[in-house]
């Protein structure tokens, strides 16, 4: 693939990922799902107004920025609401999150990228995050898990940028990736889970170089270096560079001081808790929230019950008569038998991607153990540590990371939800995007036809339960052929 064709590929994942969030923002005028929350909150930062939430402050600044742009806009004002608590339209609360949420598919095509110098892998990898439910739902409304998700890529694309550089640009990129970082933290905690990842890929690489060295010197046949410069080669074999001084400050203190320091707008406004009474507040929150089961709330789903998709979530359910009459406000449903017209916006993935990405999770960690394999025979045979090839360490980052942003929750006992998987699944989004590609550039006709029938059925998905996406209008019929099981309604 040439770099023209490279550029025009990024361009249009860019602009289907725009247009798909961007379309209709502004089509239902009541607050969906924890815009009820956000939305309000962003407001009140505005107003200057104190409240509490159960998380950091910065997805509602932002979001606050974005009503703060619009107000200032003297277009577009013909449906307005007060349910933020001033008078505005819909889309003013919501298009700073679809602006931010575009960029994800960019950012991972960024990510596969810096990992392989392989023009098809990104690109894949970004056309198929482009072709999932959950992150156009979440990015469609006022809501917060988006942010989390941008700024903890973000920084793991500057990491991986700073590793590819040194000097004066490693020293800035690392600025950058800590930057970043503590922004994804500063959204919800959970975005700390991104830099437990990058933490996991450093740690390894560190414990595999001094493997390598121990094995070296006790061998008496002839050494080669562990970082052996290799045909292809990953920024990743660049991270023994970083010693524990140099990491700790650019990926444990930066990221720390941005975190708090972003605190600051909220701190003036709510005086009722200081720094760390309101750590304390917000952590009595969570204790609070009960148990993770049906009880609690209905669309409560354990962290296992997430890659498999077995409980997304209906964040919008509305009936009508017919398509001629006006889009459905708030309110009760019509009685059975005389909705003929469902409009429904589905948290949920991409089924076909999800389950894929699993399975190429599952063999690229298969891939792995049977390496590991191999060098413990090896050992037993006096030969030296091998260099890990390219595709080890792209294996090795995404099953750290996907690990990092998941097993975390194995034990949070309150209530969760599908989307709190969307730090994780970024990475089987990648994964699979691997697989296809390998298949894609074999010498054999049956891997060729695997990896575009995977292609084809990733893309018909997510065409078939789009409307669920956006709001589409559905007949009843429509609405059930797309509820493949029970627990998904």
Not at 108 to 117: D, N, V
Not at 369 to 385: C, E
């Amino acid at each position: 693939m040439t770099k023209k064709w490279f550029w025009i590929g990024i361009v249009g994942i860019f602009l289907l990922s725009l247009s798909l969030r961007f379309w209709g923002l502004g089509r239902f005028g009541h607050l969906v799902f924890d815009e009820v929350y956000y939305a309000k909150f962003g407001s009140n930062y505005l107003t200057h107004t104190p409240f509490f939430d159960g998380h950091p402050p910065l997805g509602k600044l932002i979001i606050a920025l974005g009503m703060w742009i619009s107000d200032r806009i003297p277009w577009w004002k013909d449906q307005v609401n007060g349910l933020t608590g001033s008078l505005r339209p819909a889309w003013s609360y919501r298009w700073i999150n679809a602006l931010f949420g575009s960029f994800i598919p960019l950012i991972i095509t960024g990510i596969a990228y810096q990992l392989s110098q392989r023009r098809s892998f990104a690109l894949l990898a970004g056309l198929f995050t482009a072709c999932d439910g959950i992150f156009i739902v979440e990015s469609r409304y006022a809501l917060i898990n988006i942010y989390i998700v941008v700024f903890g890529l973000l920084g793991q694309l500057l990491f991986l940028l700073a590793l590819a550089n040194h000097r004066q640009q490693r020293r800035f990129y690392l600025v950058l990736a800590g930057v970043a970082f503590g922004a994804s933290a500063a959204t919800k905690w959970n975005g700390l889970w991104f830099l437990l990842g990058t933490y996991l890929i450093w740690i390894f690489a560190w414990g595999w170089k001094i493997i390598g060295i121990i094995s070296n010197a006790n061998n008496s046949r002839e050494s080669h270096n562990l970082w052996e410069s290799e045909p292809e080669k990953s920024p990743l074999q660049n991270l023994t560079q970083l010693n524990v001084i140099s990491f700790g400050f650019y990926l444990g203190i930066i990221p720390v001081l941005i975190y708090s320091l972003i605190w600051i707008p909220h701190l003036l406004i709510d005086k009722r808790y200081n720094f760390l009474q309101v750590h304390q507040q917000i952590l009595l929150f969570h204790e609070r929230l009960g148990g993770n089961s049906p009880t609690v709330h209905p669309y409560c789903a354990a962290w296992y019950k997430w890659p498999l998709l077995t409980r997304p979530m209906a964040y919008l359910y509305e009936t009508a008569t017919s398509l001629k009459e006006p889009l459905p406000v708030v309110g009760p449903p019509l009685p059975k038998g005389f909705g003929q017209v469902i409009y429904d916006v589905h948290a949920m993935g991409n089924p076909f991607l999800w389950w894929f990405g699993v399975i190429a999770l599952v063999l690229l960690l298969i891939m792995l153990g049977w390496q590991a394999v191999n060098f413990l025979v090896k050992k037993k045979r006096f030969t030296t540590t091998p260099t890990l090839s390219v595709d080890t360490w792209i294996a090795l980052y995404l099953v750290l990371n996907y690990a990092a942003n998941l097993l975390p929750w194995v034990g949070v006992t309150r209530c969760l939800f599908i989307y709190h998987y969307m730090t994780a699944v970024v990475f089987a989004f990648m994964a699979i995007a691997w697989f296809v590609d390998q298949c894609l550039g074999s010498y054999y006709k049956l891997l060729r036809a695997v990896g575009v029938t995977i292609t084809f059925m990733i893309l018909t998905a997510f065409v078939f339960w789009l409307p669920l996406y956006l709001a589409l209008p559905l007949s009843p019929h429509g609405y059930k052929l797309r509820m493949w099981f029970s627990s998904w309604i």
